[in-house]
Every structure is written in structure tokens, then in C-alpha cells.
């Protein structure tokens, strides 16, 4: 379609995209993005707005110039042959839910993000995905974050991390990692123990027997739980596909009702 005449403001959302401002060169790419394999982002572009690229099967590569801060929710959702995104690094301030989920091919973001949040699901299913790098002070991982990740191995968090939560399922079915939060961070992180929750359960204490027993229990059958696992908050037992058997420790005075819920 013809959009040459049409009055955009600076500022606005639209095609898919939030611009600082327009010219000729701007409206070419809105006409022919969806049909490249290679796609340069404008340099006038500040966010890849909300399922902008969702189900693109053509696009391969995207280069982000430092100018996008953003991308939201379901931008690049489910594309399956895309391979590599490639970002100015500490520019990416913000990734939305299922930004890059089902994208079967990814293999990496070149560059590092400057994320306080990884949100949820946003590289669920990356099956490919080895590594990723994050800076600034990270506070959350999302559930199902990572999930069925195969081929992750590597996740670079900031020392400087304010990580204090990581949602349950976040690293499910990502066989290749060691458990990617060390005892050094989480001492550092300037939280008392009793507000940790890591995987939906809250431990009074953090050692290598509470990160081993994160790292294995999703793929056990029987799920001994540390008797420093003081509550279970929202856990997400639907996506133990092995367990049969459950072990409390009598720390735990109490389940949610939604606890074994599917």
C-alpha cells in the first residue's frame, strides 16, 4: 500500500516500529522489511513495538542500531529461521514477554543487554541459543525464561546483579548449563536469605546443595526437598514430566492450594 502520503508524527508507533522521526528513507523500509532475510534496522527507530516480526519466516538476521532501547512483547515471536540479532552493546534496555520464543533457530544476540528483567518466556524454546550476555543490575529472571533452552551453556550476569528472584521453570530442559547463579552472587546481591526465592521455593540459606538440587529436580522422579526450604511460592510443578514422588521436609508448614494444580 501507499503510505508516502500519509502524516506521521515523531514519536508515533507505526508498522510495527516507534520512530524519532521520518523521512523517505524510513517509509522504503516499512514497505519492504517483511520480505528481507537481512534486515538493518533505521537508525531513527527507538522500539521494535509488540509482535512486530511475529511469524516471519524469512527474516535471518537484524542488525539494532544503538537508538532502539526496546523490543516488546511477541516482536520476533516464532521466527523460526531467524539466526542471529545483532545490538550495539548496553543499548537494549528493555525485552518483553515471548520476545524471541520458538525462534528454532537462534543462535545468538551479539552484543550484551542492559536488562533489569528477563521477562517471562522471552527466549523460551531457543533451541539453539548457546549463549547471552547480560549487563547492569538484573533483578529478575521470568518463569519458563530459558525454558527448553537446549544448547544454552553460557549466561553472563553483571556482577554488579541485583538478582533476587528467578521464576519457576526459568532454566527447565537446559541440560548444558551449570546452575548459572554463584553463591559469591547471591551473597552479593544485598538481600537477606529469608527474601531469596530461587525456582518458587524460599530457602533460609544458599549452598551448593540447594543450587545441585535446583540444577536435578526437574528431571527426577523422586523430588527430595532441602530442609532449608522454608516456603514454596508459586511453584510450577506442571513441568516436572518425571516426578512421581515428592519428599517435604517439615520446614514447610504449609502448600498453596495451587500447588499441584496442571
Same mark, same amino acid.
Given at each position: 500500500?501507499?503510505?508516502?502520503?500519509?502524516?506521521?508524527?515523531?514519536?508515533?508507533?507505526?508498522?510495527?516500529?516507534?520512530?524519532?522521526?521520518?523521512?523517505?528513507?524510513?517509509?522504503?523500509?516499512?514497505?519492504?522489511?517483511?520480505?528481507?532475510?537481512?534486515?538493518?534496522? $533505521?537508525?531513527? =527507530?527507538?522500539? +521494535?513495538?509488540?509482535? @512486530? #516480526?511475529?511469524?516471519?519466516?524469512?527474516? /535471518?538476521? &537484524? %542488525?539494532? $542500531?544503538?537508538? =532502539?532501547?526496546? +523490543?516488546?512483547?511477541? @516482536? #520476533?515471536?516464532?521466527?523460526?529461521?531467524? /539466526?542471529? &540479532? %545483532?545490538?550495539?552493546?548496553?543499548?537494549?534496555?528493555?525485552?518483553?514477554?515471548?520476545?524471541?520464543?520458538?525462534?528454532?533457530?537462534?543462535?545468538?544476540?551479539?552484543?550484551?543487554?542492559?536488562?533489569?528483567?528477563?521477562?517471562?518466556?522471552?527466549?523460551?524454546?531457543?533451541?539453539?541459543?548457546?549463549?547471552?550476555?547480560?549487563?547492569?543490575?538484573?533483578?529478575?529472571?521470568?518463569?519458563?525464561?530459558?525454558?527448553?533452552?537446549?544448547?544454552?551453556?553460557?549466561?553472563?550476569?553483571?556482577?554488579?546483579?541485583?538478582?533476587?528472584?528467578?521464576?519457576?521453570?526459568?532454566?527447565?530442559?537446559?541440560?548444558?548449563?551449570?546452575?548459572?547463579?554463584?553463591?559469591?552472587?547471591?551473597?552479593?546481591?544485598?538481600?537477606?536469605?529469608?527474601?531469596?526465592?530461587?525456582?518458587?521455593?524460599?530457602?533460609?540459606?544458599?549452598?551448593?546443595?540447594?543450587?545441585?538440587?535446583?540444577?536435578?529436580?526437574?528431571?527426577?522422579?523422586?523430588?527430595?526437598?532441602?530442609?532449608?526450604?522454608?516456603?514454596?511460592?508459586?511453584?510450577?510443578?506442571?513441568?516436572?514430566?518425571?516426578?512421581?514422588?515428592?519428599?517435604?521436609?517439615?520446614?514447610?508448614?504449609?502448600?498453596?492450594?495451587?500447588?499441584?494444580?496442571?
Amino acid at each position: 500500500s501507499d503510505i508516502s502520503g500519509m502524516d506521521i508524527s515523531s514519536g508515533d508507533e507505526f508498522g510495527g516500529f516507534e520512530f524519532s522521526s521520518f523521512s523517505e528513507s524510513e517509509f522504503d523500509f516499512l514497505k519492504n522489511y517483511n520480505d528481507q532475510e537481512v534486515v538493518m534496522i $533505521p537508525k531513527t =527507530v527507538r522500539a +521494535i513495538c509488540e509482535e @512486530a #516480526f511475529i511469524g516471519n519466516e524469512k527474516i /535471518r538476521e &537484524v %542488525y539494532l $542500531p544503538e537508538s =532502539v532501547k526496546k +523490543i516488546g512483547d511477541s @516482536a #520476533f515471536y516464532s521466527c523460526i529461521n531467524l /539466526r542471529i &540479532v %545483532y545490538c550495539v552493546d548496553g543499548t537494549i534496555e528493555y525485552i518483553g514477554k515471548k520476545a524471541f520464543m520458538s525462534c528454532n533457530s537462534l543462535e545468538r544476540i551479539s552484543g550484551s543487554i542492559d536488562v533489569d528483567n528477563i521477562n517471562d518466556e522471552t527466549f523460551r524454546n531457543c533451541i539453539l541459543l548457546e549463549e547471552i550476555s547480560i549487563k547492569g543490575k538484573l533483578d529478575k529472571i521470568g518463569k519458563k525464561a530459558f525454558k527448553e533452552c537446549h544448547n544454552l551453556y553460557s549466561l553472563f550476569i553483571d556482577d554488579k546483579s541485583q538478582l533476587k528472584k528467578i521464576g519457576s521453570g526459568a532454566f527447565s530442559g537446559c541440560e548444558r548449563i551449570q546452575y548459572p547463579i554463584s553463591i559469591d552472587m547471591i551473597r552479593n546481591c544485598g538481600y537477606k536469605t529469608d527474601e531469596l526465592v530461587l525456582n518458587g521455593f524460599l530457602f533460609s540459606e544458599i549452598g551448593y546443595k540447594e543450587l545441585r538440587f535446583l540444577d536435578d529436580c526437574w528431571r527426577e522422579e523422586t523430588i527430595i526437598i532441602p530442609d532449608t526450604c522454608i516456603d514454596i511460592k508459586n511453584v510450577d510443578f506442571s513441568i516436572y514430566n518425571n516426578v512421581r514422588r515428592i519428599v517435604m521436609p517439615d520446614s514447610i508448614k504449609e502448600l498453596p492450594n495451587s500447588v499441584f494444580k496442571r
